[in-house]
T-cell receptor
């Protein structure tokens, strides 16, 4: 089973709203990732969690706040977003961040629209 | 600067055709090269390549890596309309903590 699940599938929010995206995997993976993908572009890495600790932050604005409550769950808290933040947000996981088994498996994504 | 370039950027073929997608890279500390297929949403993992010259195969899809010339190809034989998708190539790098460098993708359209 290589399934990563994400909720919600779609989200529309205003610039003053606070919302959260959720990601879950039950593969025993210890690395989890958030990506942002704009139309016709490849995914761009935002954050990496390794063993529930933030390992990489790709200079993401503070209006995006990641959280890893346990090894299976990853959240992305959103606050005061801008319309240009509208995109597909993808979660991925891999067995390990630093080892050789770094194949990343992606979830279906949350399509976010900021009005 | 680490770079992954895919070609062509888009391709239109007819069912039954064979296609070859290209991915070239210039990175320091190469670890692996991955191919993904992306339809409407999530990129779906196809192959991970780490060694030169060893072909990986899954049904009508196959891929090979050339670490001397710094490229990989993805072949799809007897294409079907269900193969229509964006194919993404990504390179993993040692000491970058799982970060993947993605190419721009090749958009493949298979016409009936």
């Amino acid at each position: 089973d290589t399934e990563v699940t994400q909720t919600p599938k779609h989200l529309v929010m205003g610039m003053t709203n606070k919302k959260s995206l959720k990601c879950e995997q039950h593969m025993g993976h210890r690395a989890m990732y958030w990506y942002k993908q704009k139309a016709k572009k490849p995914p761009e890495l935002m954050f990496v969690y390794s063993y529930e600790k933030l390992s990489i932050n790709e200079s993401v604005p503070s209006r995006f706040s990641p959280e890893c409550p346990n090894s299976s769950l990853l959240n992305l808290h959103l606050h005061a977003l801008q319309p240009e933040d509208s995109a597909l947000y993808l979660c991925a996981s891999s067995q390990d961040q630093w080892g050789n088994q770094e194949t990343q498996y992606f979830g279906p994504g949350t399509r976010l629209l900021v009005l | 600067e680490d770079k992954v370039v895919q070609s062509p950027l888009s391709l239109v073929v007819h069912e039954g055709d064979t296609v070859t997608l290209n991915c070239s890279y210039e990175v320091t500390n190469f670890r692996s090269l991955l191919w993904y297929k992306q339809e409407k949403k999530a990129p779906t993992f196809l192959f991970m390549l780490t060694s030169s010259g060893i072909e990986k195969k899954s049904g009508r899809l196959s891929s090979i890596l050339d670490k001397k010339e710094l490229f990989s190809i993805l072949n799809i034989t007897a294409t079907q309309t269900g193969d229509s998708a964006i194919y993404l190539c990504a390179v993993g790098i040692y000491n970058q903590g799982g970060k993947l460098i993605f190419g721009q993708g090749t958009e493949l359209s298979v016409k009936p």
